[in-house]
């Protein structure tokens, strides 16, 4: 009798579609959960914005059309413009407190490097044959030796000399404010 009180038949229409939706919340939640890991998956591994995002104008095999070579030397004259512009930000970087500059230009770099690996992989650098793949593959390779050249001076700048930048920047904001 104690059980009928507690569970009276008025209230199991009530019951019935609790237990429903509580069993469709842990199903749609399942499944949302196995999408996500499973679309996680079939990106790229970096993780980097930007990255994983265009699609391979290479085919194995063939020599890369005009349209391609094109299009791969686009992106490489972007990645050489944007390299430079990092590189010219680390001035402006030195200037700030303990390693937040050192660490914005490893950030940058890291990111960079994982735009041009993708470049070099939609491109086909380095596996395919002709005159316009040899073109590529030697702009791909002054890019990564121009990556080392900025990334050795800038850590240089940043590690050895940061303090020096920083003690100018600090006596010309000084000599402003007493000129005002």
């Known amino acids: 009798m104690a059980e009928a009180a507690r569970h009276p038949r008025a209230f199991r229409p009530y019951r019935v579609a609790l237990y429903v939706l509580f069993i469709g919340f842990a199903v749609v939640s399942g499944g949302m959960f196995?999408?996500?890991?499973?679309?996680?998956?079939?990106?790229?591994p970096s993780g980097v914005p930007g990255v994983g995002k265009a699609h391979p104008v290479f085919v194995a095999g063939k020599p890369l059309s005009e349209k391609a070579y094109l299009a791969c030397l686009d992106r490489l004259v972007d990645l050489h413009r944007q390299l430079g512009d990092?590189?010219?930000?680390?001035?402006?970087?030195?200037?700030?407190?303990?390693?937040?500059?050192?660490?914005?230009?490893?950030?940058?770099?890291?990111t960079w490097h994982a735009r041009l690996d993708q470049t070099a992989d939609d491109?086909?650098?380095?596996?395919?044959?002709?005159?316009?793949?040899?073109?590529?593959?030697r702009l791909y390779d002054r890019l990564v030796d121009l990556h080392r050249v900025y990334s050795t001076e800038a850590t240089r700048l940043l590690r050895e000399d940061g303090d020096?930048?920083?003690?100018?920047?600090?006596?010309?904001?000084?000599?402003?404010?007493?000129?005002?």
């Open 164 to 180: 020096t930048v920083k003690a100018a920047e600090d006596a010309f904001r000084a000599a402003q404010r007493r000129a005002r």
């Open 86 to 110: 990092g590189f010219d930000g680390v001035a402006a970087l030195a200037g700030k407190e303990g390693g937040a500059a050192l660490d914005a230009w490893q950030d940058f770099s890291k």
């Open 123 to 137: 491109c086909g650098i380095g596996q395919g044959s002709g005159k316009r793949a040899d073109r590529l593959s």
């Open 34 to 44: 196995l999408a996500s890991i499973v679309r996680n998956l079939s990106m790229a």
